[in-house]
Each structure stands twice: as C-alpha cells, then as structure tokens.
C-alpha cells in the first residue's frame, strides 16, 4: 500500500470515526441522562422507558429511510444531511421543560442518527479493497467503544457537576464540528460506479493513488437495490440470518447498556457510584473490539460470532444473579467486551460483505433497522 | 433496540428479569451464528474456482 493511500485511509477512519464516537457517545449518554431525570423531574419507570422508546424510534425510521437515501443520493450527501438533522434536534432537547418534549426531541435527534450509522460505515466499506474492507470497518467501529468509555467519563465527572442541559449543549457543538470534517471526505467509488459516473470514480481512485483494479469487482455483479431483493433465491438466507444476529446483539446491548445505570440504581447504589460501576464496566468494550479484530482474521467471522455469543450468554445470566459488587462488574465487563466485540468488531465488517454492491446499502441498512 | 429497552418497563423495573430475557436471545444469537453464511466475496470466489 503507497503512502499516499495509508495518508487517505488514516483521513477517512479518523474524519468518519469522530463522529461514530460522538454518535456513540450521544446514544448512551441517554441512559446517564435518564437515570438523572428519574431523579430531577420524579421519572417513573414507564416515563423513562418512553424517552428511550423516542429515541429508540427514531433510530429505526432513520435507519430504514436513510439506507434507501444513501443507495439514491449518494454516501457523503445523505450523512451530511442526518448528521444537521441530529445536531439541530439534539440542541434542541437541551431546552426541553418536560419528558414529552425531551422524547420528542430526542425521536428527532435519534432519526438522524439512526440514519448517519449505516450509511457512514457502507462509505468506509465502499473504500475498502478486498483484503482491508473487514480491518477498516472494524476500525471505524473502534471509535464507537471509545465514545462508550467517553459517554460514562462526562457522565460521571461532568454530567453530575453541570447537569444535563450543558452537556446536551456541548455534545451539539462537537457535532457541529464533526459535520465540519465530514465535508473532507470523498463520495464512495463503487456508489459512483453504480450509478454511471465511472469518469468522476476513476478521478477520485486516481487521486488518492488506488489502483482501478481494486474496485473491479463492483461492476461485475447487478442487481436492482430493493428490499425485495434481498429475498432472492441466492440471498434470502443471508438476509435472515443477518437479520436474527442483529436483533439479537442490539437487543442484548442496548437492553443492557441503556439502563445499565438505572438497574444499578435500582440495586440501591448511589448515582455516583452507579456510574462510577458503569463506566468501569463500559471501559471493556475497547477491549472487545480489539479482540475481535484478532479473532475475524484468526477464527473467521462466523467462529468470532460464535464465541462471542457464548460469552454474552455466559455473562448475562451471572449479572442477573450476581449481588455483590465484584462479580456485578466483572460478569458486566465481560458481556460489554462480547457485546462490543460482536457488534463494532465483527457484525458491522461480516453484514456488508453478505451484500453486491448494488444492495449492500439497503442490505445492510435493513439489517441495522431490525438491531433498532 | 426498541424492544431489548422496553422489557424493564414491561417488567416494572426488574433487571434481574430483564437480564434473563436478553440471555435467551443471546442463545439464539448463538444458535443462528452456527449456521452463518460464508460472505458474499468468498463465495463469489468459490464459484469462480469451481
């Protein structure tokens, strides 16, 4: 690989991995912020569930409508537009006086969200060659883990000190800066040459001394981008079980994850210590994903899948058993390493390589709709 | 993610449930991970070489 190709490469992940991390970071900083709203404005159970229902909603719609935008629009265009739609919605639910406007804020600010994640890592992906596709995406994934671990950081020294306001306030302004870079990056070839502009795909492959040969493969396969596609004969399978793999990670994880602090809570810890515990906790899911990257090219995507999976079912049964403190943060870091690692390390590099190129935005659009 | 959040409010607050629940379909995460596919590319590849 020329220096100038590493120089590209090292651009893209870090352009697109800042805002996975601020991304990562807004997605979880909700289950701080809630569990903090319990407290300040007297939440219920089913009020909090209602906030992180909206934002969980939104996530689903952008998903599903995003995906088809960015096989139609282009990869850069539509993540600048859910990216300012996220920001914008975001700010806004700083200001918010109730739960209902907050969860209506966070329903917009979740939609652009929900739409930015796949159609950034189908941009990453569509930069990839043959042989670096999986190890890219798992890098950009990385960025997720690290604003997972930031998340619990601001929540536990920041979030508690400024309240949530601020901190809503901040995260829009990072943002703001992350649409900023977003601007550097160049459209996906492969989208390009689906679409005919195989001069404008060949300048930018030039451009940043790629070889052509290395995008050959996109046009050796078409197929029209629908859903309904995705059931074909050749595909059907794959779509399935991609489909169960992501509904089962997301729903462990985010299960897990956003009401992490409030079940500590509810097991009677204090607010600083709840977050002091999730956070320890959190900070094993940067181990996760640098195990998976080992682990796809060692054991494959299906073997790291595998073993993944038997340690989150391993460790989620001991956390809902476990009552004192040493064995609730060990059974609960050893699930965010197998969650993180399946989910950043493996499933986002494993879906997209299911796919042509020509469905592989709605293919793996559909398949993090259903995680939502 | 909708509904993986939404057991604790069906379950008015019991995580110990809760964290039941998501063993189980982590189980059938693992189950269906046994039967995942090769990827699109290495396939391509093996009916190339056959």
Redesign the interface.
Known sequence: MSVIVKRFYTRLIIASGIGWLLDAMNVILISYIVTLLIETWHLT??Q??II??AN??G??IGAILFGKVADMIGRTTAFIITLLIYSIFNGLSALSWNFIVFSLMRFFAGLGLGGELPVVASLVNEWGT?SNRGPLVVLLESFWAYGVVTAGLISRYVLISIGWRLTLTILTALAIYALVIRFTIPESPRWLIMKGKIERAKGLIMKYGFNESMFK?TV??KIKGTISDLFNKDLR??TV?AW??W??????????L??LP??LL??GFSIVKSFTFSLIMTIFSIIGYYIAIYLINSLG??GT??LL??I??IS??V???AYNISTLIISGSMLNLAMSG?WGGTIYA?TP????TSIRGVGTGSATAL?? | ?????????LL??N?????????M??????L???????????Q?QITTIH
Do not use: C, H, Q
């Open positions: 159970i089913t909090s569930g992180i229902l969980s909603l996530l689903l043959e493969d050796e396969i399978k794959r079980i169960i793999l509904f089962s990670i997301a729903f462990g994880y985010y299960g897990f956003l009401w409030t079940a509810y097991r995507r299906r899948l595998m999976f038997l989150s079912v989620a049964l956390f809902a058993y399946i494993y390589e299911l796919y042509p995680a939502r | 993610m909708i509904i993986g959040p939404y057991i604790p409010v008015m607050g995580f110990n449930y809760t964290m039941i629940i998501i063993t379909v982590f189980l059938i995460g693992f269906t991970s046994i039967f995942a596919p090769e990827t699109f590319r290495k391509k």
